[in-house]
């Protein structure tokens, strides 16, 4: 009897597992670098620096990956990276390392070189990203600014991003065009230092006039949003947009970090204390429905109590419903470091309660938005979404109608679920 060959056995489809930590340019490369390397059986780690906690997650997440997928390559990217490639090479689990200037090269990714990182302080452009879709997103985001001219005492980031450098007008429109072409109803517009986009292209164009520029040729963007703004750069032109233009969703994510005049100065940061309240009262007054959101930092530098009382009361006087609240932390290379330190005890406790307070602001917020109707963004896996103002939306399931992902649906806010809204199809 002959032999009977054996089936062929179907190559095994293999995907990269992208894992991103950190800001939401992170997330918009991600998916340009989930592009770039589709096919290819490996794991990237697109890291973030902005905290020693951030490192040591990064490191954390890269152990984790190798234990969870041993045959694979590991990839680490991002700041980092970018920071510190030689302590991440030197991980046994690493297999390449490729820095913030290389990681949107498809070339990059077929190199074989353990770590391929440049100066990033040499880059003097940027591009938009690759990607087609956002994998898991409902939203799509568009880098139209990378790098940062600007020395805040305690931030490393400018190391590994570089100096301030924009993506050109054209670029971006025609990136949002297509993006909305295939079904993406929210943009995000992202960048290092979002406001200081435009003086190192032709006719220094501002934010705003990217803005304009693209509401004006797609028309059929439904909602567009910005990424965190540097308060004391959103000129007259930009106010009137976020304040007056409907399709610019109601939520501003301000950089105000701290809320006391001298640790302001000590951080290096260019507004004063009465600024953040100033353009938080003009915007409330324009469009009383923003939301307004906040990065704070407990804790830094010579902050005493009274200091950290007047950071604390800036989350009411603000307004402030979408608190990003961090424990300041040492950054080797940064002047803050070099300061006269506040234990790490009353940082992380100082912490807490900055969170508490933003809590209890937040939980009141939305307190009042029940009765309600917000056009939600449905996001996956269908069962919630968030409204113009950012305010996360419980959906329930309803099996006969079931929503739909990327769809934009009017919904009935009826309670509070913890620090998200519950609502029902209007």
């Known amino acids: 009897m002959p032999a009977v060959a054996p089936a062929p056995v179907a190559a095994r489809s293999v995907d990269p597992e992208i894992i991103t930590l950190g800001c939401r340019l992170n997330l918009a490369e ?12 490996m794991v990237v780690i697109n890291s973030c620096a902005v905290t020693q906690r951030a490192v040591r997650e990064t490191r954390a997440a890269i152990r984790r990956a190798h ?27 690493v297999s390449r390392v490729i820095g913030n200037a290389e990681k949107l090269d498809p070339a990059a990714w077929s190199g074989t070189e353990t770590v391929m990182v440049s100066d990033i302080m040499a ?7 690759l990607a087609a879709s956002f994998d898991a997103h409902a939203r799509a985001f568009v880098e139209v600014q990378n790098g940062c001219d600007h020395r805040c005492t305690f931030c490393i980031i400018p190391h ?20 909305v072409a295939a ?21 220094s164009p501002t934010l705003a006039m ?9 028309p059929t963007l439904q909602r567009l949003r910005l990424s965190s703004l540097d308060s004391i750069e959103i000129d007259d032109r930009l106010f009137e947009l976020v304040t007056g233009e409907p399709r610019i969703m109601p939520h501003l994510h ?57 950071s604390a009361a800036l989350i009411d006087d603000c307004d402030i419903v979408h608190a990003h609240i961090f424990p300041y932390s040492p950054r080797e ?72 992902v990327g769809e934009i649906v009017a919904m009935t806010i009826t309670g509070v679920d913890g620090t998200r809204l519950i609502g029902v199809p209007a």
């Open 254 to 310: 301000l950089s105000l970090q701290a809320g006391d005049d001298m640790i302001l100065k000590r951080m290096k940061r260019r507004h004063s204390r009465a600024d953040s309240v100033r353009i938080v009262e003009r915007l409330k007054r324009a469009r009383p429905s923003i939301a307004i959101g906040a990065d704070l930092i407990a804790g830094f530098p010579t902050e005493d109590d009274a200091m950290f009382a007047n």
């Open 183 to 203: 079904g993406y109803q929210e943009i995000v517009l992202t960048g290092v230092d979002l406001t200081s986009y435009g003086p190192d292209l032709p006719g």
């Open 333 to 404: 290379g940064t002047p803050a470091a070099r300061m006269p330190q506040v234990s790490p005890a009353i940082r992380k406790a100082r912490a807490a309660a900055l969170r508490d307070a933003a809590s209890a602001r937040r939980t009141a917020w939305l307190a009042g938005q029940v009765g309600s109707v917000q056009p939600i963004l449905i996001e996956r896996p269908g069962d919630r979404g968030h409204a113009p103002n950012f305010a996360e939306i419980r959906v329930p399931g309803d099996p006969a109608h079931p929503a739909i």
């Open 123 to 129: 880059v003097r452009t940027t591009s938009p990203h």
């Open 30 to 41: 991600s998916e340009t670098i989930r592009a770039i390397t589709a096919g290819r059986d």
């Open 67 to 93: 234990r969870d997928r041993p045959e694979a390559a590991i990839v680490v990217t991002g700041c980092a990276a970018q920071i510190d490639p030689a302590g991440f090479a030197a991980m046994p689990e």
């Open 160 to 179: 590994g991003r570089g100096n301030s450098r924009s993506v050109p007008a054209g670029a971006v429109v025609d990136r949002v065009a297509s993006l």
């Open 210 to 218: 990217l803005i304009e520029r693209i509401l004006r040729h797609v």
